[in-house]
């Protein structure tokens, strides 16, 4: 899947990250499993006119990068499991093209491959449990990278796990985060459940209170590390 053409006309994006106030001169290229967490990731850094690569395969990320040599992508940022292919063989050949490019993966896994965990070319890795657990895990991965820096989330670095608590959800709110797995905005939410935007963006911050969350993407991760929704 490749939502380059919607991300180049899409605007203004949702700053849940704060990648926003990071100063990012170059371009930068987002490769991830799956609509919603290809649109999630996409939207943390608020303005999208940076991101010139939103795909979710790594034979069409490498493409892109490939394709502009000239004009050289500075940041790539995706996940451990892609549609097509793997986080970690992409990072890898990415910076086979382009050894200045920094690069963080969401480890959708919790885990680094062994063979890969000492590689020079693996700058930064965020577990998905610390995705959840923490409010701004990728900010503090990106700042990283282009500080000259490697960053590893907690648990990998101690390799203990954050607690996991998992609420009971209502009907609606089970629905709610389905719809949000499936990549819809509220006011997408609202034309399925055939309620006004104001209600469904209501359901959706009732949501986020009911996991403890502070935002859609955590919403959705920390759902599928409680059985609640797949992506």
């Not at 609509?35 to 939103?54: M, P, Q």
């Not at 390799?159 to 089970?174: H, K, Q």
Request: proline share 5%.
């Amino acid at each position: 899947m490749d939502l380059t053409p919607f991300v180049a006309n899409a605007g203004q994006g949702t700053p849940e990250e704060g990648l926003e106030s990071i100063e990012i001169p170059g371009r930068v290229a987002v490769a991830a499993k799956g609509r919603f967490l290809l649109r999630a990731l996409c939207r943390s850094f608020g303005g999208y006119s940076r991101i010139t690569c939103a795909v979710t395969d790594q034979e069409a990320c490498l493409g892109y990068l490939a394709a502009e040599a000239d004009d050289p992508y500075q940041l790539l940022v995706c996940t451990d499991f892609l549609e097509s292919g793997n986080g970690f063989d992409l990072v890898r050949e990415a910076r086979q093209l382009h050894p200045k490019i920094h690069t963080v993966i969401l480890a959708l896994g919790d885990a680094i491959p062994a063979e890969c965990s000492e590689a020079p070319w693996l700058e930064a890795v965020v577990a998905e449990a610390d995705f959840v657990d923490d409010q701004q895990p990728l900010r503090a991965a990106v700042m990283a990278v282009l500080g000259g820096h490697s960053y590893r989330s907690p648990s990998l670095r101690t390799g203990i796990l954050p607690y996991l608590s998992c609420p009971r959800l209502t009907p609606r709110e089970y629905e709610v985060l389905d719809l949000l797995a499936s990549g819809l905005s509220d006011r997408e939410i609202a034309t399925r459940l055939v309620v006004s935007n104001e209600t469904a963006h209501t359901y959706t911050k009732r949501l986020l209170q009911t996991l403890n969350v502070h935002n859609r993407l955590q919403a959705v991760l920390k759902g599928m590390r409680c059985g609640m929704v797949q992506i």
